[in-house]
């Protein structure tokens, strides 16, 4: 089971990016999938997470209406479509995986995740 996270990058205030998040070994629309992210010296915040089938997604109150969430099942795929990005927005996300099938919520908590993304950094500047 692994998951890579990918599409982070350099992005002037207001601009747009997407995250992927690409799962192998598991049906990545079966379960949760959490995004995180990280600034040095700070601890981890969870950003948002989608239900199993997607069935719901919640956000952190800091980014909604500015990020969404979206899944490629052809492609085993995840997104973090990221919009009006804000210099506060700069950290490195992380993707990962809650193998609990659970349509209706997903954990919060970075320790009830079984799998993580290797990271992707996300610099909003200009």
């Known amino acids: 089971v692994q998951l890579q996270a990918s599409g982070g990058g350099l992005v002037q205030p207001g601009g747009s990016l997407r995250l992927s998040c690409a799962a192998s070994?598991?049906?990545?629309?079966?379960?949760?999938i959490g995004w995180f992210r990280q600034v040095p010296g700070k601890e981890r915040e969870w950003v948002a997470c989608?239900?199993?089938?997607?069935?719901?997604?919640y956000f952190t109150d800091s980014v909604k209406g500015r990020f969404t969430l979206s899944r490629d099942n052809a492609a085993n795929t995840a997104y973090l479509e990221m919009n009006n990005l804000k210099p506060e927005d700069t950290a490195v996300y992380y993707c990962?995986?809650?193998?609990?099938?659970?349509?209706?919520?997903?954990?919060?908590?970075?320790?009830?995740?079984?799998?993580w993304g290797q990271g992707t950094l996300v610099t909003v500047s200009s």
């Open positions: 990962a995986g809650d193998l609990y099938y659970n349509p209706i919520g997903c954990p919060r908590g970075g320790h009830e995740y079984d799998y």
């Open positions: 070994g598991f049906t990545l629309d079966t379960y949760a």
């Open positions: 989608a239900s199993s089938r997607l069935g719901n997604t």
